[in-house]
């Protein structure tokens, strides 16, 4: 450190002294004369920055030589040298460097010429600063008038064009030599570095182009021709998790440098030279290392070398892409394998020990998913490329056949295995939970979900009729489950078959006191009838079967009870399903039998004989000859053989008799005898291909009735989108139905294009008589009815529409809280900001647009539109009214109180008032029941601002009117209660229900079931 002087009050020193000299009388001083003043000042700062014996500088000696450049340069001209003093420090400047800076430098050599260029540096900042003090008054008055470059910038461009100029190559090197030695292990001086590259910076004077142009752009290419050697000779000699731990290592070290010497601005640009020399060049060769890659350290379940390996590659472009492959490849060799496995077993074994080991797959898949999944929350920090990869890896071998059943069928009857009685899950409530949590996730990756939810609707049956449920809570904890997967129509049977169950044992209950009433109706059996509701239960055969006298009772007298509930209902017996309790008394003890009801019908023929032939019992009980010989093999060949046949054979025929087994017994004094099963399965899949040609049939007419005209490929490709959502339809299939459509009138094809479909006119003629026959309610009620656009002259697909310049940033807004690849997730934001945009209704060319941002097809932004009553999808007012429709607000007044806004205001239901003002509409509950009547008022006034929605409560004909007229003023009536008396939300006359504690719930005890 030099030391010239300390002057803490310099600037008064100047400014006196200064004023001084104006005030004295002084003679003109030569340029020769006052130069040779000066440069005794500079010899003498030269000798100090050299370290030569020289006493410091003390105020009179700063103030005389300050003094002599100002006197040169008020001096009138031709006196005035100021041009001539600005020269001469330039050429103080020059003069040292050329005669002491440089021979200095030159005569030394790496990292000791590093050193001496930093002390020459230092000197050189504190020479600038000094003599721009000394010259001070130029920069003040002359340099500033002549817009010359100041005094501190030629002192600092006299080192760069006379020292760095000529040294910075060599410089350069010599710090790239250090850095080399340090990425070899051995220690260098970093401040030293840093004091290097310090000059680069600062000899641009603020701009970074010196140290970019003459340092960072070599050390740059040195650093990758070191790293690239070092990665040749790594590839070949690691392992995989060795070379990424020095890769780790050697990038840490890297930052390392930049926050000890290098610039900040270096380290993205050196972080991804290494990386790529490292982690890119190789990349294929390190993942694909035979004992050692990527597969390996999946297979040997690697975490935290996996969890390197994420750190590494995800910041790297595309970098994570071979890495998200290879584990894509590795979970589908695993679940083909367990697949695979599940086949040969079940091929090798017998029948009932096959249906254990497809249980035994859907228990390993569900571990797989949960491995797997662990590897992507934590080793790869939830990324969606590992969430796709892992989607679709399931996907293929998830929908793969085992032994003839798919997976649909398999996932179903794991489920049944785990929710009846008796299973061979044994788990505790919290695991059931647990494992029907992740069967749900597992049915994402079925394509066929319709298939699925047949199979388990035909099992949840079975359950539910034949009392195998062992807990109605996990039944509806896995429809809620089923719901929130796969949304409400999937379940919506399902949920219906339960309801029915809690009916049909409330009805069991009122049958029971009708019986208690009427004493001589009762048939003295103890009846039991289940009442359903058939569209949500799967379809049963049910046969004209000739009932035995004692069931014909039993029936008639049911029919009689229900007869007193309703009689707008149709009763349709499904005796297959029945079960009959039946005291036999044989020779050596009474046993109980447990069996269906046409098991009983048979057996009950034998009250009256000992003997039948098959031919009468066919023609007492009018069965086909299927089902007859089901049961009576049951009953005469199985394990119980209540009947004795006749010749005894294991088969039945037809000229068969068959005997009442007097004696037959058994240990037991309860048996149950058990029909032969009946495959189900193609059944099942006959129905699902049924329902499906109606869907295809569905989506093609109402994709049509949205586009009008479609070329097949985009026909074909929107229809596969509308139904991958429950199943995979086959591009066969979908071009058979659209023939079929074709066939029914339904389309048509282009006369002049035949890649071209049109809805058929013939169609189109219905909808628009159907339309003229409603013209009250306008396109509004009718393309809401039947979620149909027409055209009109404000809403149709070719009036230009896209979002305004605020709302662009707006919409960007939006799709910034969803992932890339979810974008179609946003749909009801955007919506909402279009309906806004829009003055508070929803044109069809909003809706493309909006469909256009989230890069779907149009239908599926329909759907979404058509669904939800919060979208106008025709002209409202700016006023929009909305009565509440729902029984409570219906029982206390809400038609009378939407007459009287009809009405006053002169409209009907969807049509908007002349003034543009008011529309009336309808509304679903709005969730304040015990203040109702209710009506909303949606207020768009505001334009493309926004919208606000406003509840009043307690509202009365006179009150709505009276609301409208604020309204129509410009006011803003207060919304809530409209009733000033009420001060709590509560009936007006006080509870009626619920006044006592609520009933503890009822525990089952499981270990005694």
Request: hydrophobic residues 35%; aromatic residues 10%.
């Amino acid at each position: 450190m030099v030391t010239l002087v300390n002057f803490r009050n310099e600037s008064k020193v100047q400014e006196s002294f200064g004023n001084q000299s104006f005030r004295m009388e002084r003679k003109t001083i030569d340029l020769e004369q006052g130069w040779d003043y000066m440069q005794t000042g500079i010899t003498k700062l030269k000798r100090i920055l050299e370290g030569l014996p020289e006493p410091q500088f003390d105020s009179e000696q700063y103030m005389m030589l300050y003094t002599t450049i100002y006197n040169m340069c008020t001096q009138k001209p031709p006196h005035d040298y100021s041009q001539q003093l600005y020269d001469k420090y330039r050429e103080a400047f020059e003069e040292y460097i050329n005669s002491t800076v440089l021979p200095a430098l030159k005569e030394k050599h790496d990292e000791y010429m590093l050193r001496e260029l930093v002390k020459r540096w230092s000197n050189h900042k504190v020479m600038v600063r000094w003599l721009s003090r000394f010259f001070y008054y130029l920069d003040r008055y002359f340099i500033a008038r002549r817009s010359l470059p100041p005094l501190n910038e030629v002192g600092l461009t006299c080192f760069r064009d006379r020292v760095y100029n000529e040294l910075h190559s060599k410089v350069k090197d010599a710090v790239i030599a250090l850095v080399d030695k340090e990425r070899e292990g051995e220690q260098i001086d970093r401040a030293l570095l840093k004091n290097v590259l310090d000059i680069y910076v600062e000899i641009g004077m603020g701009q970074m182009e010196r140290y970019e142009v003459d340092f960072e752009s070599f050390m740059l290419l040195d650093s990758a021709s070191y790293y690239s050697r070092k990665a040749s000779s790594w590839i070949q000699e690691d392992s995989c998790p060795d070379y990424m731990l020095k890769s780790e290592e050697c990038l840490k070290k890297e930052r390392e440098r930049v926050a000890h010497y290098l610039h900040s601005s270096s380290e993205p640009k050196l972080v991804e030279k290494v990386q790529h020399e490292l982690l890119v060049v190789y990349a294929n060769q390190l993942l694909e290392k035979e004992h050692s890659g990527c597969r390996a350290l999946l297979r040997d379940d690697k975490v935290d070398d996996l969890s390197r390996m994420y750190r590494l590659y995800h910041k790297i472009a595309k970098g994570l892409e071979p890495v998200a492959n290879i584990f894509k490849q590795h979970v589908t060799a695993e679940g083909n394998a367990l697949v695979q496995q599940a086949e040969d077993t079940a091929t090798n074994q017998a029948a009932n020990t096959a249906s254990v080991q497809e249980q035994v797959l859907i228990r390993k898949v569900i571990e797989l998913h949960d491995k797997y999944m662990v590897y992507v929350v934590e080793c790869f920090q939830n990324h969606t490329l590992f969430h796709k990869a892992l989607k679709e890896a399931f996907e293929i071998f998830c929908n793969k056949t085992v032994a003839g059943s798919s997976s649909a069928e398999l996932l179903a009857t794991f489920c049944d295995n785990i929710l009846k009685k008796g299973g061979s899950e044994k788990l505790s409530d919290e695991a059931i939970e647990d494992t029907l949590e992740k069967v749900v996730k597992l049915l994402a990756y079925i394509s066929d979900k319709d298939l699925f939810a047949e199979f388990y609707r035909k099992k949840l049956a079975r359950r539910l009729l034949f009392d195998r449920s062992a807990n109605d809570d996990h039944e509806r904890s896995i429809l809620t489950k089923l719901k929130q997967q796969c949304g409400g129509q999937f379940t919506s049977k399902m949920e219906g078959m339960v309801t029915d169950l809690t009916l049909a044992r409330e009805n069991q209950t009122s049958f029971e006191e009708y019986l208690g009433n009427n004493p001589a109706a009762n048939p003295g059996i103890d009846l039991t009838v289940t009442v359903l509701t058939t569209g949500f239960w799967p379809s049963y055969k049910s046969f004209d079967i000739n009932l035995p006298s004692e069931m014909v009772k039993c029936v008639e007298v049911f029919k009689g009870f229900y007869e007193t509930k309703t009689k707008h209902r149709k009763l349709t017996w499904i005796y297959s399903l029945g079960t009959c309790h039946l005291n036999g008394k044989f020779d050596h003890k009474p046993i109980e039998l447990v069996v269906s009801t046409y098991q009983a019908a048979v057996l009950l023929l034998f009250n009256t004989t000992d003997k039948l032939s098959y031919n009468d019992i066919l023609t007492q009980l009018n069965l086909s000859h299927e089902d007859l010989v089901r049961l009576l093999h049951s009953l005469s060949c199985a394990r119980y053989k209540i009947l004795v046949k006749e010749p005894s054979t294991k088969t039945v025929s037809q000229t068969d008799s068959f005997e009442f087994n007097a004696k037959f017994t058994d240990r037991m004094r309860r048996i149950k005898i058990p029909l032969p099963p009946v495959d189900e399965r193609k059944k099942v899949v006959e129905d699902v291909d049924k329902d499906r040609r109606y869907a295809i049939d569905a989506a093609i007419v109402r994709i049509m009735k949205s586009r009008k005209v479609l070329g097949h490929q985009q026909l074909v490709s929107e229809c596969v989108e509308q139904l991958s959502r429950m199943f995979k339809p086959d591009i066969k299939a979908i071009k058979k139905r659209m023939e079929d459509l074709i066939t029914r009138d339904y389309l048509e094809r282009d006369k002049e294009n035949a890649n071209m479909f049109r809805l058929a006119a013939k169609r189109l003629l219905e909808i628009r008589q159907a339309f003229r026959q409603a013209p009250s309610q306008a396109s509004r009620s009718f393309s809401t009815a039947l979620n149909y656009h027409l055209d009109s002259p404000d809403n149709k697909p070719d009036l230009p529409w896209e979002f305004s310049e605020a709302n662009k940033s707006k919409v960007k807004e939006i799709l910034s809280y969803y992932p890339s690849n979810y974008k179609q997730s946003a749909v009801i934001p955007l919506l909402d900001l279009a309906q806004q945009q829009h003055g508070g209704w929803l044109p069809v060319s909003a809706m493309n647009a909006v469909a256009k941002v989230i890069e779907v097809a149009p239908i599926r932004v329909y759907e979404v539109a058509t669904f939800y009553s919060m979208f106008n999808r025709a002209k409202v007012g700016k006023y929009h009214l909305l009565v509440c429709g729902t029984t409570p607000c219906m029982i206390r007044g809400s038609r009378e109180i939407e007459s009287a806004l009809l009405d006053h205001l002169g409209v009907k239901r969807g049509e908007v008032t002349k003034d543009g003002l008011f529309s009336v509409g309808e509304m679903e509950c709005m969730g304040c029941c015990v203040n109702a009547p209710m009506i909303t008022v949606a207020d768009y006034s505001n334009g493309s601002e926004g919208y606000t929605y406003n509840y009043f409560e307690d509202v009365t004909p006179e009150k709505v009117v009276e609301i409208v007229e604020k309204l129509r003023k410009g006011e803003k009536p207060p919304h809530g209660t409209q009733n000033p008396k009420r001060i709590k939300c509560g009936p007006e006359g006080g509870n009626k229900t619920l006044l006592g504690e609520p009933k503890p719930p009822q525990f089952r005890d499981l270990d005694a079931c």
